[in-house]
């Protein structure tokens, strides 16, 4: 999993959306201001989805960054996250 996969809940008969639109989001998190940890870029990902796509009711975005300075033998460390509109949101 080098490098990024996005994954969105969208409903493409109401409203479809060109994958490469927030493919650029990620682009210019990714590209941008250099964090800390993985679950703050995954974060930043998914709260720009969430502001510039507002028919998009969730976000599933997995960061994955490879040559990790840990001992063993690693392809990649990453973070998986899910988020929810608050309103669409699982009971």
Sequence with gaps: MPGWIFGALVNPTTYPIPL????????????GQSQNLLESVAQMIASKIFTNHPQISAVRVQVGKPHVAVPGSLDYLGVEIIRYRSIDAPN
């Design 20 to 31: 490469a639109t927030p493919l650029f989001t990620v682009k210019e998190v990714v590209e």
